[in-house]
Structure formats: C-alpha cells, structure tokens
C-alpha cells in the first residue's frame, strides 16, 4: 500500500470514527431541544392548524431537528456495528436494523410537519379535518407506528449492544430500558417526555465521548489488526 493509500484510509477511518461518536451524542441532544419548543405534540388536526398559523418557526423548527436526528441514526448505528465484531455483534446488527427504521420513523414526522406548514389561508375546519383523516388513514398508522415504535426498541437494543462490547456500564442500558418502558404507559407529558430525552442524552452523550476518546488501535479493531479490548466501563 502506497503512503497516499495509508494517508487515505487512515483519513477515512477517522471520519468514520469521529462521525460515529458525534451522532451517538447528538441525535438524542437534538430530539431534547426539540421536546419543549414542539408547539403540537400529539398532531391533532385544531393543534397542527394553530401551531402552523401562530408558531410557524418553532413547528418548521421542530421539524428540522427531527429529521437530522433521524439521519444521525445512521452513522450511529454503523459505528457500533464496527465496534461489536465478534463480541456483541448479533444485538449491534439488530440495533442497526432497529435504529435505522426509527430514524425513518423520526423524519416521517418532521415531513408531516413540514406539509402542515400549508394549512394557513384555508379554512381552518376543514384544515383540521383534512389533517385528522390524514393521521387516521389504515396505510399510514400501519407504516408510521411501527416505525416510531422502532426508535425506542432501538436505543434499548444500541444500549445493550454498547455494553456488550464494554463501552457502557450496565447502568447505561438499564436506564435507557426504563425511560423506554415509561412511555408505554399510558401517560403523556412534556416533563416525562424531556426527562426521558434527557436521559437518552446522557447515556448516548457518555458513549460518544468515550468512542471519540479511542485510539486509532482500539476503533480499528479488524480482522487485519490485532484487536485491542476497551476497558469496561464502569
């Protein structure tokens, strides 16, 4: 291999590396400043036709800040993927898959809430109808649930495969698994939602900076290089 071949690869190594530590700690970072300036959570019809007449920028606003978060699945995923060859690699593969799917299911929404940007200058009754039949369409409930439903069955699953590898303390999983198992109940509030995002920031902030903190030994980990273990978190 040519030194212009190492400089390459080396470079990309380190902008996978990097990319992977930056997404685990913001795209739960941007879902908590997304929480409290929602102006229509829930999605009602009379919500999502007042919130685009009167709070235009924080709904445009909130939108945004899902849809990154949702893309920042992506590289997230990846990077722990890359990290639990061998050693928590099943749990990874199905986090990835998990993970991915919930960040459709988070761009999903900041589209739909991009679209009911529109609704000023119509009627707004019939604004409002047209956006509870919208929600209420069979096709859509079945696509967009599950995905939704795929983000926290994929946190859990990141968490645990995290500490599988040795990057997280069990601490970490636990609480993600308990903020994830909160929200099935019927309770809705934008104090549990915050707390909740909080947490996730928390234990994903963690393993960012941990992954950033790795050498380039330790986040190599391959099959062509002798894998060095990452002490177990505490």
């Given at each position: 291999m040519s030194t212009t071949d190492r400089t390459d690869a080396l470079t990309?190594?380190?902008?996978?590396h990097y990319t992977t530590a930056a997404a685990l700690a913001a795209f739960p970072l941007l879902l908590l400043v997304q929480a409290p300036i929602n102006p229509a959570p829930g999605g009602t019809g009379d919500l999502m036709y007042v919130a685009a007449t009167e709070q235009a920028d924080a709904l445009l606003a909130s939108a945004v800040l899902l849809m990154v978060s949702g893309l920042l699945m992506f590289p997230a995923v990846a990077g722990l993927v890359h990290l639990a060859r061998g050693r928590g690699a099943a749990i990874a593969t199905s986090a990835a898959a998990l993970g991915v799917l919930g960040g459709f299911g988070h761009f999903a929404i900041g589209m739909f809430y991009l679209v009911t940007l529109a609704l000023p200058g119509g009627d707004p009754g019939q604004m409002a109808a047209f956006v509870d039949r919208l929600s209420a369409l069979p096709a859509l409930t079945a696509i967009a649930f599950p995905l939704i439903m795929c983000f926290g069955l994929g946190v859990v699953a990141m968490s645990w495969a995290a500490w599988r590898t040795g990057l997280l303390g069990g601490w970490g999983p636990a609480l993600v698994t308990v903020v994830v198992l909160m929200h099935l109940l019927p309770i809705s509030s934008t104090a549990l939602e915050v707390g909740g995002l909080a947490a996730f920031t928390v234990v994903f902030g963690y393993l960012g900076i941990r992954i950033a903190r790795m050498n380039d030994a330790?986040?190599?980990?391959?099959?062509?290089?002798?894998?060095?273990?990452?002490?177990?978190a505490a």
């Open positions: 990309t190594r380190h902008i996978h330790q986040w190599a980990h391959t099959a062509t290089s002798a894998a060095v273990a990452v002490p177990a």
